[in-house]
């Protein structure tokens, strides 16, 4: 019934011993028109909202972390250029919330990121999730991006590809039980026209 991405107010009969709630009301907060007409936002608001559905699980209110999805959808709504680095502005922005943010406190000319652990090492990790040097460097100075400074960088397809790779590779390593994204071909054919 409603958009993906729709922010909504709801009223709902809450019964504290069953799993399925009785929804008494519903209406849409904040209009996304935008995001409803433009074909590459239809396709980041697809892929944002199976993303988020795999990824957030708790159930316990999270004020932080609805501020920080609602200010997300309503820049997508608004954003006019730099939309291609915004799914990776935002992945990168939720694991934050997540608990689950890179530390870049051990960052180096010559470390390499360890996926596993978060972190950057001086020496290359015993296990295969770990990015080269060069990956590396790219991802010390990509975690500067923000929805404000995301236009300016400039990132070929090849490159956006390779980073929600490591990206996704990086939430698997650490949400539990995290598919493959059904939607994210189809965000990828779209961002190749656009």
């Known amino acids: 019934m409603f958009f993906p991405l729709s922010i909504l107010n709801l009223e709902v009969e809450h019964f504290p011993l069953r799993d399925i709630q009785r929804l008494k009301e ?5 209009p996304l028109h935008d ?12 892929f944002l909202s199976e993303f988020l559905s795999l990824v957030l699980r708790e159930t316990e209110r999270n004020e932080l972390l609805f501020d920080f999805l609602r200010n997300s ?3 997508l709504e608004a954003t006019e250029k730099g939309l291609g680095n915004f799914h ?12 689950i943010y890179p530390s870049m406190e051990n960052y180096t000319n010559d470390s390499f990121f360890d996926l596993l652990n978060g ?6 990790p015993l296990h295969s999730h770990f990015l080269s040097k060069t990956e590396s460097s790219y991802l010390h100075r990509f975690q500067q991006i923000n929805y404000g400074n995301m236009h300016l960088f400039r990132l070929s397809h090849s490159e956006r590809n390779t980073i929600i790779d490591t990206l996704l590779i990086y939430y698997r390593l650490h949400v539990w039980d995290f598919p493959a994204l059904k939607s994210l071909e189809v965000l990828r054919e779209v961002s190749a026209k656009a």
């Open 26 to 30: 519903a209406e849409i907060a904040f």
């Open 35 to 46: 995001m409803s007409m433009n074909i590459k936002k239809v396709s980041l608001s697809f």
């Open 73 to 75: 959808i309503e820049t």
């Open 88 to 99: 990776l502005t935002f992945m990168i922005g939720l694991t934050r919330f997540l608990g």
């Open 119 to 124: 972190e950057f090492v001086s020496h290359t």
